[in-house]
T-cell receptor, first 114, second 118 residues
Framework: DGGITQSPKYLFRKEGQNVTLSCEQNLNHDAMYWYRQDPGQGLRLIYYSQIVNDFQKGDIAEGYSVSREKKESFPLTVTSAQKNPTAFYLC?????????????FGQGTRLTVV | AQTVTQSQPEMSVQEAETVTLSCTYD???????LFWYKQPPSRQMILVIR??????QNATENRFSVNFQKAAKSFSLKISDSQLGDAAMYFC???????????????FGDGTTLTVKP
């Protein structure tokens, strides 16, 4: 079955450490997105990528980095520069030419700094 | 930058009644799309309905319909015959179209938590 997979589901990080969240899709979608969701709040855009080897900053990119070396994969690194990284992270994708179509979302990764 | 505002953090409705969730957005773009998503406690995002900005006709999907007022930059969601399963957090979302310099950028509101009372 086609879908978008985020791993791990839960992630714990010590302060000062970098951590990478995985997002993989087998939907043959071109565009991929990373969002952060804090408790009781909406989704805030971190980074997005329309095609391989290209990505743009979203509204809260500071302290995060991404890569898009393969169409299927869009990993997000939360760096030590991110002041408050504890949050729920969602990855999404949409198909080529599908700006008017629904985004498919992963199940999310809950990151906790300990 | 595009912004999306949902002014109702929480709403409640009696089962079988109708409820309207508000959403306004701010943009200088002419090419864009609007969406409503539902997020139940499982946190899985589910598309409810979508609207192309160039279409004047309001979108409808079964019990869900929108009131799209382009000049006012308003995009409200009406849920008719509310069901217990409609209880969730609802997000309004804006996506820049292909004619925009920010093509594909998607912005969400802060959400409205809908409670359905039996």
């Amino acid at each position: 079955d086609g879908g978008i997979t985020q791993s791990p589901k839960y992630l714990f990080r010590k302060e000062g450490q970098n951590v990478t969240l995985s997002c993989e899709q087998n939907l043959n979608h071109d565009a991929m997105y990373w969002y952060r969701q804090d408790p009781g709040q909406g989704l805030r855009l971190i980074y997005y990528s329309q095609i391989v080897n290209d990505f743009q900053k979203g509204d809260i990119a500071e302290g995060y980095s991404v890569s898009r070396e393969k169409k299927e994969s869009f990993p997000l690194t939360v760096t030590s520069a991110q002041k408050n990284p504890t949050a729920f992270y969602l990855c999404a994708s949409i198909r080529r030419g599908g700006l008017n179509t629904e985004a498919f979302f992963g199940q999310g990764t809950r990151l906790t700094v300990v | 930058a595009q912004t999306v505002t949902q002014s109702q953090p929480e709403m409640s409705v009696q089962e079988a009644e109708t409820v309207t969730l508000s959403c306004t957005y701010d943009t200088s773009e002419s090419d864009y799309y609007l969406f409503w998503y539902k997020q139940p406690p499982s946190r899985q995002m589910i598309l409810v309905i979508r609207q192309e900005a160039y279409k004047q006709q309001n979108a409808t999907e079964n019990r869900f319909s929108v009131n799209f007022q382009k000049a006012a930059k308003s995009f409200s969601l009406k849920i008719s015959d509310s069901q217990l399963g409609d209880a969730a957090m609802y997000f309004c979302a804006y996506r820049s179209g292909g004619g925009s310099t920010n093509a594909g950028k998607s912005t969400f509101g802060d959400g409205t938590t809908l409670t359905v009372k039996p």
